[in-house]
């Protein structure tokens, strides 16, 4: 079964089509950071009209790569939720209104549980696993027991895990966007200069939540007060050791996880899972089975989309016509899709 996937929930304008949730045909990815760069920001206004304009190309390109006519498509998908409202709407209209014009099923999907189905587009990965979800916009550390039904196991309380990246790059002026920059940076840097405080592992209800409001002071405020004797202060250096404690605080309550939980196989999901820090840290690790997404797959994409749709087209599981964006991630300990 073939299946357009189109997304669109923040700055990439993407589509792809999937066979049987796993073979990818194409997979195109227009991202508007020229657009956005100015401001060193997403401007949402200036990424729904972007969607906006490139949406039809963009889904061409797709078939086009994919060598398939638009009536060889089985079925559409789009992310719904969470994301920004204007550009959510963008996408998930018109694969609706494409869907319905040619008689095919449609799927509302979640942009978060699709990035933790990314590394299955390269293989299968038996649940129940731990997901590390960390984005611009989200960091859940969850169970996952299938791929539409995770538990909440930790969330941020303050800036998310990209987030996080995003504003110290830009303070520093590091470049946009900021995770990618820092990471680069940072391989060139010491990342003992500066030792940042980490913040306390909580117990109880909390004790997978992670913050980083107390590391962003620190690392913006208060910067050569962390300084380690014989140090210098260089950009490099600044990144190295600031990507290193915003990745340790995001171990340390997966490692948590592993131990209460028994589970030892990790997946990973989201754009910061393309970090290179993250990505060696967890690698090493022999008593974990650890799956990434090729960085390819890492920031957003139409793939990802039309893989986990394909899971719920083939329980029978479509959307209806008058489905709504939603710009939140549903806020309930079970997140389960109703279909
Ligand atoms: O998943 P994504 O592409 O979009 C959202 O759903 O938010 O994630 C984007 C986030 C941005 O905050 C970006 O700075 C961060 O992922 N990011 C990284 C890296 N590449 C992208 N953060 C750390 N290291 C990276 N290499
Ligand atoms: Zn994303």
């Given at each position: 079964?073939?299946?357009?996937?189109?997304?669109?929930?923040?700055?990439?304008?993407?589509?792809?089509?999937?066979?049987?949730?796993?073979?990818?045909?194409?997979?195109?990815?227009?991202?508007?950071?020229?657009?956005?760069?100015?401001?060193?920001?997403?401007?949402?206004?200036?990424?729904?009209?972007?969607?906006?304009?490139?949406?039809?190309?963009?889904?061409?390109?797709?078939?086009?790569?994919?060598?398939?006519?638009?009536?060889?498509?089985?079925?559409?998908?789009?992310?719904?939720?969470?994301?920004?409202?204007?550009?959510?709407?963008?996408?998930?209209?018109?694969?609706?209104?494409?869907?319905?014009?040619?008689?095919?099923?449609?799927?509302?999907?979640?942009?978060?549980?699709?990035?933790?189905?990314?590394?299955?587009?390269?293989?299968?990965?038996?649940?129940?696993?731990?997901?590390?979800?960390?984005?611009?916009?989200?960091?859940?550390?969850?169970?996952?027991?299938?791929?539409?039904?995770?538990?909440?196991?930790?969330?941020?309380?303050?800036?998310?895990?990209?987030?996080?990246?995003?504003?110290?790059?830009?303070?520093?002026?590091?470049?946009?966007?900021?995770?990618?920059?820092?990471?680069?940076?940072?391989?060139?840097?010491?990342?003992?200069?500066?030792?940042?405080?980490?913040?306390?592992?909580?117990?109880?209800?909390?004790?997978?939540?992670?913050?980083?409001?107390?590391?962003?002071?620190?690392?913006?405020?208060?910067?050569?007060?962390?300084?380690?004797?014989?140090?210098?202060?260089?950009?490099?250096?600044?990144?190295?050791?600031?990507?290193?404690?915003?990745?340790?605080?995001?171990?340390?309550?997966?490692?948590?996880?592993?131990?209460?939980?028994?589970?030892?196989?990790?997946?990973?999901?989201?754009?910061?899972?393309?970090?290179?820090?993250?990505?060696?840290?967890?690698?090493?690790?022999?008593?974990?089975?650890?799956?990434?997404?090729?960085?390819?797959l890492c920031g957003d994409n139409g793939a990802m989309v039309a893989g986990?749709?394909?899971?719920?087209?083939?329980?029978?599981?479509?959307?209806?016509?008058?489905?709504?964006?939603?710009?939140?991630?549903?806020?309930?300990?079970?997140?389960?899709?109703?279909?």
């Amino acid at each position: 079964m073939k299946i357009l996937g189109i997304e669109t929930s923040c700055d990439e304008c993407a589509a792809a089509i999937v066979e049987d949730g796993r073979h990818i045909l194409s997979n195109v990815i227009m991202t508007q950071i020229p657009l956005h760069e100015r401001y060193q920001g997403v401007v949402p206004e200036i990424a729904s009209r972007a969607h906006i304009e490139w949406i039809t190309g963009v889904v061409k390109r797709a078939l086009f790569e994919a060598g398939i006519e638009p009536s060889s498509i089985e079925g559409v998908a789009a992310t719904a939720m969470p994301g920004l409202i204007g550009s959510l709407a963008v996408g998930l209209s018109f694969a609706k209104a494409l869907a319905w014009s040619m008689k095919l099923p449609f799927k509302g999907v979640n942009h978060m549980l699709a990035h933790l189905y990314a590394p299955q587009l390269i293989e299968p990965i038996d649940y129940p696993f731990l997901g590390l979800l960390v984005s611009g916009g989200h960091t859940i550390l969850c169970r996952a027991e299938d791929f539409n039904r995770i538990e909440v196991l930790g969330r941020t309380i303050d800036d998310a895990a990209g987030e996080a990246f995003d504003k110290v790059a830009k303070y520093y002026g590091f470049g946009y966007p900021g995770g990618a920059a820092i990471d680069n940076l940072a391989e060139k840097g010491d990342e003992k200069a500066f030792k940042f405080p980490m913040p306390s592992l909580h117990k109880g209800e909390h004790r997978y939540d992670v913050s980083y409001s107390g590391l962003k002071t620190a690392v913006i405020y208060h910067l050569s007060s962390y300084l380690r004797p014989g140090a210098e202060v260089t950009p490099e250096n600044i990144a190295a050791s600031f990507r290193k404690t915003a990745i340790d605080i995001l171990l340390s309550r997966l490692y948590r996880a592993v131990q209460d939980t028994g589970i030892n196989t990790v997946v990973v999901g989201g754009g910061v899972a393309a970090n290179a820090y993250l990505r060696r840290k967890l690698e090493v690790k022999q008593d974990l089975y650890v799956y990434f997404p090729p960085i390819s797959l890492c920031g957003d994409n139409g793939a990802m989309v039309a893989g986990i749709a394909w899971h719920y087209f083939q329980r029978g599981e479509t959307d209806i016509w008058n489905l709504a964006p939603n710009s939140r991630f549903a806020d309930f300990k079970w997140h389960q899709e109703d279909g």
